[in-house]
């Protein structure tokens, strides 16, 4: 090999060293971690907040805007609050097959069970109606502690939580208990044909307060 040959060759290698940690990070940015939008006090309860305003929140915090955010928000404000029949912010139980015209499947349900006294998570995933339980419901309130969205997965999460919700004394024990454990459930939602449909819940009654 002559000495010309051997410094090209040398040069060559010196710019694959320089370049793979670049690639590397090109990589990493391309699929970015979920982000996370704590709203502010008048607009976290979903019931109550102003709907365009909330839509604005989102529309500012995520660039480029999400597409049908009213369609989401609309779905949202149903599951948290019209099937209280009142705009009382209680947390109460919402059963699911109310709900199946809004359901993308594969569904996602995420349980908690204990195996030998530890806590073990546990996802069941249903590929149509005819596969949902008779009766599957979960608890749910009409303020969010928290929205994620994964821009990877083109997922929205919205986490309710069970503490301070008003109303919720009115809705008998099991919802007592639910507020004293601060259980939550967090929703997730995917697109379909352009619109925006529930892909999972998780309902967590781990204490975490």
């Keep these: 090999m002559t000495v010309l040959a051997r410094s090209a060759l040398c040069c060559a290698l010196a710019m694959a060293v320089v370049t793979a940690p670049a690639g590397a990070a090109a990589r990493a940015q391309a699929a970015p971690s979920p982000q996370a939008l704590l709203l502010p006090a008048e607009l976290s309860n979903v019931c109550e907040a102003d709907p365009q305003a909330l839509q604005l929140a989102m529309a500012r915090h995520w660039r480029p805007s999400l ?10 404000r149903s599951f948290a609050c019209d099937l209280s029949g009142s705009r009382d912010l209680g947390w109460h ?7 199946e015209s809004a359901i993308r499947y594969p569904l996602t349900w995420v349980e908690t069970e204990d195996r030998n006294g530890r806590p073990r998570r546990v996802v069941r995933t249903y590929y149509s109606a005819a596969q ?6 979960f608890w749910v309130g009409g303020r969010i502690d928290e929205i994620r969205y994964d821009k990877r997965l083109r997922r929205i999460e919205a986490r309710f939580p069970a503490a301070g919700t008003r109303g919720a004394a009115s809705n008998g024990a099991a919802s007592a208990v639910a507020v004293a454990q601060c259980a939550s459930t967090t929703l997730q939602f995917r697109q379909q044909n352009g619109l ?11 204490p975490r307060c």
Aim: aromatic residues 8%.
């Design 93 to 99: 139980r919402v059963p699911l097959r109310a709900y």
């Design 67 to 76: 597409n049908a955010l009213d369609q989401w928000t609309q779905l949202v």
């Design 132 to 137: 949902l339980p008779p009766k599957i419901d």
């Design 196 to 206: 925006w449909l529930l892909s999972g819940v998780e309902p967590n009654l781990e």
